[in-house]
């Protein structure tokens, strides 16, 4: 007859294989998208391999020991960055030889620069408190006067200062506008404001496409590229705004 101690052994070694088998299974690894895939060197390589280990898991999204949120952060900063062999070198060495040239150009007598903040970054109503404005993301200058300035933020939408940033005041307050990553004027139509609306976040994009005003921002209406222009689909972000010779205006969804 066995001992119990055996048995109890026999036991503990059926339970641990049986760990292992089931850790091993692909719903068990939820392991960092980084820390799976950094040996692959190469951008796209790991672009590739994270977009297949989040697809083929979709609970690995929402876990965060998977990293879902840095691999977007990753990639938006990456992406524009890498040349086409995936590498950072080039950027790299571009910002090595601009910076070795700024230091020739001025022969070590380096003129330090003066910043001053601007707003917008208090709001009086219903009291003084921080604006919570988030990122400016886009800002426009008149070079007739450099008083007028328009900034876009990622979350509270535009504002316009005429004197030169010591008052600001809200363009969009009154629209359902989440962010502006652009701000562009038409060159022959003064009066007449075209921007870019959306902010990226966490892989998404959200915004209602462009809005143009024909009376310097006090009113705004919906152009030909809007959520409905893409089956109603609210992830539509505006990033680029160009315009011809002749007022006809074109846009760019990137």
Known sequence: MSSPFWLITRINKLLFVLLLVILSQPSFAQEHWMARFSHLGNFYSIKAASEQYFSED?????????????????????????????????????????????????????????????????????????????????????????????????????????????NWQSLTDKYMVPGVDVIIKHPLQPQTIYIGTGFFTWGKDYGVGVLKSSNNGQTWAKTGLNTETFRNDPNLAIRNIGYRIGGMVQYEMV
């Not at 876990?63 to 938006?76: I, T, V």
């Open 58 to 166: 979709t609970s690995r999204i929402t876990n965060k020991a998977c990293g879902y949120k840095d691999f977007n952060r990753w990639l938006y900063f990456m992406e524009p960055r890498v040349d086409e062999n995936g590498s950072m070198a080039s950027y790299t060495n571009a910002i090595e030889s601009e910076l070795a040239k700024i230091a020739d150009a001025d022969n070590g007598a380096r003129i330090p620069a003066v910043w001053e903040v601007v707003g917008p970054n208090k709001n009086l109503e219903p009291v003084n408190k921080s604006a919570l404005l988030g990122l400016i993301t886009s800002i426009w200058v008149d070079t007739s006067n450099f008083q007028t300035v328009y900034a876009g933020s990622n979350s509270s939408g535009l504002f316009v200062t005429y004197d030169g940033g010591n």
